[in-house]
T-cell receptor, first 117, second 117 residues
């Protein structure tokens, strides 16, 4: 296993179109996170999964955004009716459960850069 | 309210010198983790160092050390003997709610470090 994998790496779409991104986490990690990062800013939390359960969604995640993680393996993030403000890097990360105290860093994929024109 | 504050948008350091990047955080949890990540211009997020809230000793990883002052809620990153390859964005992050439904990692706005030859 070579780490967290995200596809595609780049996506250019016209405003109003739907897009879907995929994330394959490290296989033994049951936590999976989605973040959005705009230029010059830190990653903003969007949502996260423990196994197949989506446990929290940020207020940033409008109704146009939906994320799934069927069977607790890979995850998809879909944006419907894209807007220019959706242009950003979308990062996926995975980690161990974090029960108790432990080395629980999140491992990141290389991201999907979305440009809405 | 900001959970993670990094007050230095940009920093310069001479090659081979040490530099301290500031980070303060806000949480009411007793159990939490603090991380530093490096993001070079290529965009990947690279984990550098971890400090658990119950760790009594400051974490060290090679040239990186974390100056953890729990009472002041600060977790500054110290990079010794700076190298040109250290030029990047540096993000402080916190994982709170360990093992609960609101367990997530949140990031600060970042500090841009430039190493001068």
């Amino acid at each position: 296993d070579t780490g967290v994998s995200q596809n595609p790496r780049h996506k250019i779409t016209k405003r109003g179109q739907n897009v879907t991104f995929r994330c394959d986490p490290i296989s033994e990690h049951n936590r999976l996170y989605w973040y959005r990062q705009t230029l010059g800013q830190g990653p903003e939390f969007l949502t996260y999964f423990q196994n197949e359960a989506q446990l929290e969604k940020s207020r940033l995640l409008s109704d146009r955004f939906s994320a799934e993680r069927p069977k607790g393996s890979f995850s998809t993030l879909e944006i419907q009716r894209t807007e220019q403000g959706d242009s950003a890097m979308y990062l996926c990360a995975s980690s161990f459960p974090g029960q108790g105290i432990g080395h629980t860093e999140a491992f990141f994929g290389q991201g999907t850069r979305l440009t809405v024109v | 309210a900001q959970k993670i504050t990094q007050t230095q948008p940009g920093m310069f350091v001479q090659e081979k010198e040490a530099v301290t990047l500031d980070c303060t955080y806000d949480t009411s949890d007793q159990s939490y983790g603090l991380f530093w990540y490096k993001q070079p211009s290529s965009g990947e997020m690279i984990f550098l160092i971890y400090q658990g809230s119950y760790d009594e000793q400051n974490a060290t990883e090679g040239r990186y050390s974390l100056n953890f002052q729990k009472a002041r809620k600060s977790a500054n990153l110290v990079i010794s003997a700076s190298q040109l390859g250290d030029s990047a964005m540096y993000f402080c992050a916190m994982r709170e709610g360990l093992g609960t439904s609101y367990d997530k990692v949140i990031f600060g706005p970042g500090t841009s470090l430039s190493v001068i030859p």
